[in-house]
Protein backbone atom coordinates (compact mmCIF):
# COMPACT_ATOMS: atom_id res chain seq x y z
CA UNK A 1 0.00 0.00 0.00
CA UNK A 2 2.31 2.48 0.60
CA UNK A 3 4.48 1.54 -2.33
CA UNK A 4 1.31 2.48 -4.01
CA UNK A 5 0.58 5.79 -2.82
CA UNK A 6 4.59 6.53 -3.06
CA UNK A 7 3.91 5.73 -6.50
CA UNK A 8 1.20 8.03 -6.91
CA UNK A 9 2.73 10.82 -4.85
CA UNK A 10 5.23 10.14 -7.84
CA UNK A 11 3.26 10.46 -10.59
CA UNK A 12 1.02 13.40 -9.50
CA UNK A 13 4.27 15.08 -8.69
CA UNK A 14 5.56 14.77 -12.96
CA UNK A 15 2.42 15.46 -14.04
CA UNK A 16 2.72 19.05 -12.11
CA UNK A 17 5.72 19.39 -13.38
CA UNK A 18 4.49 19.07 -16.96
CA UNK A 19 1.34 21.39 -16.15
CA UNK A 20 4.17 23.88 -15.27
CA UNK A 21 6.49 23.41 -18.02
CA UNK A 22 3.65 23.57 -20.73
CA UNK A 23 2.00 26.98 -19.01
CA UNK A 24 5.72 28.19 -19.41
CA UNK A 25 5.75 27.10 -22.67
CA UNK A 26 2.53 28.75 -23.80
CA UNK A 27 3.61 31.82 -22.59
CA UNK A 28 6.14 31.80 -24.29
CA UNK A 29 4.50 31.02 -27.48
CA UNK A 30 1.97 33.67 -27.18
CA UNK A 31 4.67 36.30 -26.38
CA UNK A 32 6.33 34.94 -29.74
CA UNK A 33 2.64 35.02 -31.11
CA UNK A 34 1.86 39.02 -30.26
CA UNK A 35 5.20 40.04 -31.78
CA UNK A 36 4.81 38.00 -35.12
CA UNK A 37 1.38 39.09 -35.18
CA UNK A 38 2.98 43.26 -34.77
CA UNK A 39 5.47 42.48 -37.20
CA UNK A 40 3.08 40.86 -39.88
CA UNK A 41 0.59 44.41 -39.22
CA UNK A 42 3.78 46.77 -40.23
CA UNK A 43 4.38 44.94 -43.31
CA UNK A 44 0.94 44.83 -44.29
CA UNK A 45 1.29 48.91 -43.52
CA UNK A 46 4.18 49.20 -45.24
CA UNK A 47 3.52 47.18 -48.32
CA UNK A 48 -0.20 49.04 -48.91
CA UNK A 49 1.89 52.64 -48.85
CA UNK A 50 4.87 51.23 -51.44
CA UNK A 51 1.50 49.79 -53.24
CA UNK A 52 0.03 53.13 -52.87
CA UNK A 53 3.43 55.30 -54.29
CA UNK A 54 3.80 53.05 -57.15
CA UNK A 55 0.27 53.17 -57.96
CA UNK A 56 0.89 57.29 -58.01
CA UNK A 57 4.12 56.97 -59.67
CA UNK A 58 2.80 55.24 -62.33
CA UNK A 59 0.23 57.36 -62.90
CA UNK A 60 2.54 60.17 -63.58
CA UNK A 61 4.40 57.84 -66.75
CA UNK A 62 3.45 59.25 -69.91
CA UNK A 63 1.38 57.37 -71.78
CA UNK A 64 2.71 55.62 -74.03
CA UNK A 65 2.24 55.97 -78.03
CA UNK A 66 0.45 53.33 -80.27
Known amino acids: MLNELNA ?12 RSLRSENERLREQLS ?3 RD ?5 ERMAAATARLERLAGQLPEGKS
Open 8 to 19: LESKVSQVVALC
Open 35 to 37: VAE
Open 40 to 44: RNSLA
